[in-house]
């Protein structure tokens, strides 16, 4: 069955550091993937787009890569503030069909 | 200003009692859709429709209905809630395209079922 992993676990970082978190998937041909910012009790906020053709996509101090060999993107928060704690969503959107489906998040802790 | 928007925000109500979650957006998008998060199961697609009068099933529909009979209204319907539709639900919407999905999600409706 088709599956998107993201680490449930929160990650934890000093501010001024690189977050890297990961979003893993299985049984998928994605057109493409997005990541998505989500803030307590907030609806998620769209962050950044990568196709399924582009291996880097950078948006100020944001980097996502995507690796369909792997079936896997990293997606990268340089220069880490605490305004930058959140949970981070996953989505891919299959070749076939209409719906974008979300990995399960993970939260992100930047401490000054 | 681009936005979504839910109403109510906030509903508690009991079991068997029909319900309604407006839905509305005023960008003009085709797409909308309803979704539902819990924890340790992420944000789970109910219902979506790609453009008027058309509706598909998503990942959990059991228990919903909606209705697209406005471009820019997409309203969800419970006709018998049960608890384990105790949630927080989000409506969202976007362009129809080949090359960009992105969402754009509403501030999140908290529906509790007793």
């Known amino acids: 069955s088709q599956k998107i992993e993201q680490n449930s676990e929160a990650l934890n970082i000093q501010e001024g550091k690189t977050a890297t978190l990961t979003c893993n998937y299985t049984?998928?041909?994605?057109?493409?993937l997005q990541w998505y910012r989500q803030d307590p009790g907030r609806g998620p906020v769209f962050l950044l787009l990568?196709?399924?053709?582009?291996k880097e996509k950078r948006k100020e101090r944001l980097k996502v890569t995507f690796d369909t060999t792997l079936k896997q993107s990293l997606f990268h928060i340089t220069a880490s503030q605490p305004a930058d704690s959140a949970t981070y969503l996953c989505a891919l959107r299959g070749n076939a069909g209409n719906m974008l489906t979300f990995g399960g998040g993970t939260r992100l802790m930047v401490k000054p | 200003e681009a936005q979504v928007t839910q109403n109510p925000r906030y509903l508690i109500t009991v079991t068997g009692k029909k319900l309604t979650v407006t839905c509305s957006q005023n960008?003009?998008?085709?797409?909308m859709s309803w979704y539902r998060q819990d924890p340790g199961l992420g944000l789970r697609q109910i219902y979506y429709s790609m453009n008027v009068e058309v509706t598909d099933k998503g990942d959990v529909p059991e228990g919903y209905k909606v209705s697209r009979k406005e471009k820019r209204n997409f309203p969800l319907i419970l006709e018998s809630p049960s608890p384990n539709q105790t949630s927080l639900y989000f409506c969202?919407?976007?362009?129809?395209?080949?090359?960009?999905?992105?969402?754009?999600f509403g501030p999140g409706t908290r529906l509790t079922v007793l």
């Open positions: 049984n998928y041909s994605p057109a493409y």
């Open positions: 969202a919407s976007s362009e129809v395209s080949l090359s960009t999905d992105t969402q754009y």
């Open positions: 990568i196709r399924e053709n582009e």
């Open positions: 960008m003009n998008h085709e797409y």
